[in-house]
C-alpha cells in the first residue's frame, strides 16, 4: 500500500494549521487590548454629576482596574461662588479636596459578566462602599454599592454622557456675551486716533493776460 500520497496531505495540513492557530492568537491578543466598554463619562443616578472611569493606572495590576473620577458638575460651586469640596470626609485631611477631578471609584476588577470587588465612595455622605459595575446596555451602567455582602446592597443607574458634555476639570474658554461686545467697541473707539477733516484749499483764480 502507499502512503506518499498520505504523507502530502500531511505536509500541506500543518502549515495551515499553524496559519489558523496564528490567526486565532491574533484575534484573542486584539480582544484582550479592546478598551472595556465601561470605560468613558457616565452621568450619575442624581443627574447632579457625571463620573469618567478609566483604568487606574498605566502600567502593571492598576492598568487592569477600573476607577472613576469626577468630571463634570450640575453645580459646582458654593453660594459663595467657591468650588464644591469633600467637607462631609471623615479625613479631616482630604475636607478640603475639590469634588471636581475626586475619586470616587477604585480598584474594580473583572470579573464574570461585569466588574466586582472595588470602592465606591459617596462625597455627599461623606461614606465609602464595595462597588461593583455592570452594564445593562450600551448606554445605561448598574452601579451596586454594599457592604462585605451583596444580600444588603443598593444599585443605581447611570446612563452614558454625551460627547460634548464640558468637563469641569479642564479650562473651559470664556464665551463673549453682547455687554461684552459692547464693552469692546467703546474700546476700540476711546483708543482710535481722532481723525480730521482736511482744512479747505482755498480756490485760486486763473490769472488773464491781455
Partial sequence: MRHDLHAAKTRN?????????????LSASLAEAAPPIEMGVWINHTGKGAVEIRPCG???????????????????NKKSGEPLTDGHN???????RTICGL???GSLQRVSGGWDN??????????????AIQLASRDRLVLTGYKGVKF?????????????????????????????ARTAAKTTTAQAP?????????????????
Fill in 13 to 25: 495540513y500543518w502549515p495551515a494549521a499553524a496559519a489558523c492557530g496564528l490567526a486565532l492568537g
Fill in 58 to 76: 498605566t502600567s502593571g495590576a492598576s492598568a487592569n482596574r477600573l476607577c472613576g473620577f469626577i468630571v463634570w458638575l450640575k453645580e459646582p
Fill in 90 to 96: 471623615p479625613d479631616a485631611v482630604k475636607r478640603r
Fill in 103 to 105: 475619586p470616587v471609584l
Fill in 118 to 131: 472595588g470602592w465606591v465612595y459617596d462625597p455627599e455622605q461623606g461614606s465609602q462602599f464595595d462597588a
Fill in 152 to 180: 444588603f446592597s443598593k444599585s443605581f443607574t447611570w446612563r452614558r454622557a454625551p460627547a460634548d458634555l464640558p468637563r469641569c476639570d479642564q479650562p473651559q474658554q470664556a464665551k463673549a456675551t453682547p455687554s461684552d
Fill in 194 to 210: 481722532e481723525l480730521k477733516a482736511p482744512r479747505p484749499v482755498p480756490a485760486v483764480r486763473p490769472t488773464v493776460v491781455d
